[in-house]
């Protein structure tokens, strides 16, 4: 059977991203709005009654009206957006954030498609709280840096007319109230937000986050090689997983780290690195931001709904 998916936003980053990854499948047929219709709520309406699964790749308040124009029982819907992200009445998008994930979202008839930033967060600091290495209150400090496209079609057309005199490093969201938060508190396990500093670079996509650890004042104090155990095993058990574990290494610096690294892939590669007699490390994800963090994660969930292969559609 031909499973008809309608993306609603197709022409944004994401969406454009998504029907490119789709546009060879036979198990597929892609429902497409016209141009001067895109604003048309009446036509909207129709393609989303008439799709086996909607793909939302709009903002949050279209995200919500697009929602409520779903009459039928059936449609079932991945939301790009901040939408849903931590309604319970939602899936999380999230496939490897657990072993029970991507049954939930196989199962669900409303998934939301996670942030870009939150997963390198998660996918670090959620198997040390569920190995009891780091508990619920730890005070968590998260960074790193992402493409430009991260940011839209206005940061795209900002980045590409600024060209050589673009900021190369631009912090932001420092007044630490960035829309990601909830979905990042409750996905870790944590029990209080973390400081979250993000930052965009000049270059178009790819990301590497880092989760920087103070263990000193532990009642027990987890060496660098245990909290790579745990984040190791915790992937190692995860069904069809794009995350990858790096191997422990004592490396002072590596290409490995590069944010552009797996661009075009879905693939997230994670990295401890810790001094022990200091008492610190590091936890670094690599991935693609609009791979994994964007357009890979909802093809890999559209899979999951569709039962059919998990990396149909996807580079490894």
């Not at 279209?62 to 939408?83: F, G, H, W």
Request: proline share 5%; hydrophobic share 45%; glycine share 8%.
């Amino acid at each position: 059977m031909v499973a008809k998916i309608f993306i609603d936003g197709e022409a944004g980053t994401t969406g454009l991203q998504i029907r490119e990854r789709l546009e060879n499948r036979r198990d597929l047929e892609v429902l497409s709005i016209a141009p001067d219709k895109r604003k048309d709520q009446d036509e909207r309406k129709r393609l989303l009654n008439a799709a086996d699964v909607a793909i939302l790749c709009l903002p949050d308040d279209a995200a919500r009206e697009s929602v409520s124009l779903i009459e039928n029982d059936t449609t079932r819907v991945i939301d790009a957006s901040t939408a849903f992200r931590v309604d319970p009445d939602w899936a999380y998008g999230f496939a490897e954030m657990d072993r029970a994930q991507s049954g939930k979202i196989a199962s669900a008839r409303f998934v939301a498609n996670p942030g870009c930033w939150p997963q390198g967060l998660i996918a670090t600091v959620r198997p040390l709280i569920e190995a009891n290495l780091l508990p619920k209150d730890f005070g968590v400090t998260y960074n790193g840096i992402s493409g430009y496209s991260g940011g839209g079609k206005q940061m795209i057309a900002e980045y590409e007319a600024a060209d050589a005199i673009a900021s190369h490093f631009m912090p932001y969201a420092m007044t630490f109230t960035h829309k990601h938060l909830p979905e990042m508190t409750a996905y870790t396990g944590l029990s209080r937000e973390p400081l979250f500093v993000p930052t965009v670079g000049d270059f178009a996509q790819g990301m590497t986050t880092f989760v920087p650890l103070q263990l000193g004042h532990l009642g027990k104090v987890p060496t660098g090689r245990e909290i790579h155990a745990a984040i190791a095993d915790h992937f190692a058990a995860i069904k069809d997983s794009f995350v990858v574990v790096a191997p422990f290494s004592d490396t002072a610096k590596t290409p490995a780290l590069d944010p552009q690294a797996h661009n075009n892939t879905n693939t997230m590669t994670l990295h401890v690195f810790a001094n022990d007699a200091r008492a610190q490390a590091v936890l670094v994800a690599v991935y693609d931001n609009l791979g994994k963090g964007a357009s890979g994660a909802a093809v890999q969930n559209l899979n999951l709904m569709l039962g059919v292969n998990a990396r149909e559609s996807l580079a490894a």
